[in-house]
């Protein structure tokens, strides 16, 4: 059907970005590349930019914003850039030259002023931009690999070179929620040199990663345009994760194998306009150097290594969990998780399941990608549903005119031409999307609010920002709406919200979503139920490749159960899609 990937043939420029929708399998096939050019001997870094990243899991080697080789590849060096390392780093250079010399006072307000999310943005494309523009970095390698963060970030992130010298040229008063502009003027260069290598086809290649699925092949579209209006046009697609045969007298299998060539049947026009190549769905566990190198070699385990399953695992089922908010009356429900484990398809269901036992819910997404319009595409809702998206577009529009509004009539028009300019900077969005996000839990007095949230990094800064934005708001509008105000301890209070952590029997999943529990912890929310979706484990299936992954997931489901989870359900791969109201009410009735 397409060719299959081989980086030895298809790799002809230095700098290589992997990017594409949560749970697509970018780190493993970065990672697979990497190895297997680095095999071919030549020098190869190897880059994580997502902040929820999980080279460190896939490479079985713990990783930081400094290169490290990567023991038994010689040639291979690997990398995170973290971007809130970065931002401390950022901030201790900017101002450790003050400490001693200027009061206190001064110095813990230039400390404030460096504690929004613009500083950790800047921080993290600063360390970026030395990788492109740097020619002592650029020159130690013959490739250089970035797995990018899910795709909305890695679209932020290259459009941050315009977006940022945009800024610096329009601001004229020298500060901003960055601090002082006057140590980011002589970036410009750089920024420009980052944006050039990005957009030359002899330098870059752009590998956009998808499943066969018709909501990855829509995300890969989106990218795939918005990155051309950029200037990135040097675009290859890889559809990983093919199944290439199935067992007719197999039902999961046979559905399984039919879903996946619907879909490519019905790939996007401007999809097949771009060279594909594919992966394989493999039985094994893409971790580790060694199941690396099997990747492009198209292995595949043999059937008789797949039997011998130990004694059954037996979970609740999605039922159990709904049964369990429905009668503690839960009023906040979050599902977390690292991207592409199913989070919106989960939150879809548990509102449907809510709904059915009567309960008036609202529905809405954080997630930047929004999906919930594809999970209930042409589909007829009950009256008891509603379902409502954070579009950061219109939140910053709405943002700026309500700041803009209350100042208008108070300010002279330069003070009013300055806090037009703040209002430009990245950090707005931020702000905006917060006070939605806000105003959205507070319907829980009402009604229960079910939340999908963002990939794993995305919904910390989210969390985290009911602390950082208080002033902020503060600083712009004057005050800080009641919703705002009783949302930490809204989130934090166990008898109202509960956090779903939905994760697959994989290790990255499992693995990120276990860091992703010890950081909640940390903020005083203790997630009470664990799913784990889209289970091979849980099926029957008789496929060797199917049946060799499901033996894989044994022991991530043994981690979780017995490690991590308070609560556990389990819900199995199913046959039909999940979409519109009436399949996501069987899979909620499935699951009885």
Wanted: charged letters at 20%; proline letters at 5%; aromatic letters at 6%.
């Amino acid at each position: 059907m397409f060719q299959s990937f081989n980086p030895k043939m298809i790799v002809n420029t230095k700098f290589l970005f992997f990017t594409g929708k949560g749970g697509v399998g970018k780190t493993s096939t970065a990672c697979a590349t990497a190895v297997t050019l680095a095999d071919e001997g030549k020098k190869v870094l190897l880059v994580s930019t997502d902040p929820a990243s999980n080279l460190q899991d896939v490479l079985e080697v713990a990783l930081t914003n400094t290169p490290k080789s990567i023991p038994n590849v010689p040639n291979l060096f690997a990398c995170n850039l973290d971007p809130e390392e970065a931002a401390r780093a950022y901030r201790e250079k900017t101002i450790g030259p003050y400490r001693g010399k200027l009061p206190d006072s001064v110095v813990a307000t230039m400390e404030e002023q460096l504690s929004g999310a613009c500083t950790v943005e800047i921080a993290a494309f600063d360390e970026f931009t030395n990788l492109l523009a740097d020619p002592t970095i650029v020159d130690a390698y013959e490739n250089i690999i970035f797995d990018t963060a899910p795709t909305g970030h890695t679209l932020r992130l290259l459009q941050l070179p315009t977006a940022w010298s945009g800024f610096l040229e329009e601001n004229t008063h020298g500060a901003s929620c960055l601090g002082p502009l006057a140590g980011l003027a002589d970036k410009k260069q750089m920024y420009s040199l980052t944006m050039g290598a990005i957009a030359d086809a002899t330098k870059t290649t752009l590998i956009l990663v998808a499943r066969p699925d018709e909501s990855s092949l829509l995300e890969a579209k989106r990218a795939s345009n918005e990155l051309k209006e950029i200037g990135i046009t040097n675009q290859a697609l890889i559809i990983n994760g093919l199944l290439n045969s199935y067992l007719p007298d197999d039902k999961i299998s046979a559905s399984f194998y039919e879903r996946q060539r619907k879909a490519i049947k019905q790939m996007p026009k401007n999809l097949k306009q771009v060279v594909t190549y594919s992966l394989p769905f493999v039985s094994y566990s893409l971790t580790g150097v060694k199941n690396l190198r099997y990747l492009f070699k198209q292995y595949t385990l043999p059937a008789t290594q797949s039997e011998g399953m130990s004694q059954p695992i037996v979970l609740p089922c999605l039922n159990n969990l709904i049964e369990d908010f429905s009668e503690n009356n839960t009023r906040v429900i979050f599902t977390m998780g690292k991207g592409g484990v199913g989070k919106t398809t989960l939150a879809s269901a548990i509102a449907v399941g809510l709904v059915e036992k009567g309960h008036n819910v609202h529905l809405t997404t954080t997630d930047p990608a929004a999906h919930l319009e594809f999970v209930f595409q042409n589909s007829q809702l009950n009256d008891q549903l509603t379902i409502s998206r954070i579009n950061p577009t219109a939140e910053v529009e709405a943002y700026k005119k309500e700041v803009l509004s209350k100042v208008s009539n108070e300010l002279d028009e330069e003070a009013i031409a300055y806090i037009k300019e703040d209002l430009n900077s990245p950090c707005t969005e931020e702000i905006a999307v917060f006070r939605a996000f806000a105003e959205v839990v507070a319907r829980a007095q009402e009604e229960i609010v079910v939340i999908d949230t963002a990939p794993t990094g995305h919904t910390l800064l989210l969390l985290d920002a009911a602390q950082s934005y208080h002033k902020e708001l503060a600083r712009s509008t004057g005050e800080i709406p009641e919703s705002v105000k009783t949302l930490l301890p809204r989130l934090r209070n166990p008898e109202e919200t509960s956090v779903v952590i939905v994760t697959l029997a994989e290790a990255t999943p499992v693995l990120e979503a276990s860091r992703l529990q010890d950081d909640l912890k940390r903020a005083d929310i203790v997630p009470k139920w664990w799913v784990i979706n889209q289970s091979l484990y849980a099926t029957e299936t008789k496929d060797p490749v199917l049946k060799g992954r499901a033996q894989a997931e044994e022991g991530w489901i043994q981690k979780v159960t017995t490690e991590l989870a308070e609560k556990c359900a389990i819900v199995s791969l199913m046959s039909e899609e999940n979409k519109g109201y009436e399949q996501l009410k069987k899979l909620f009735l499935f699951s009885k």
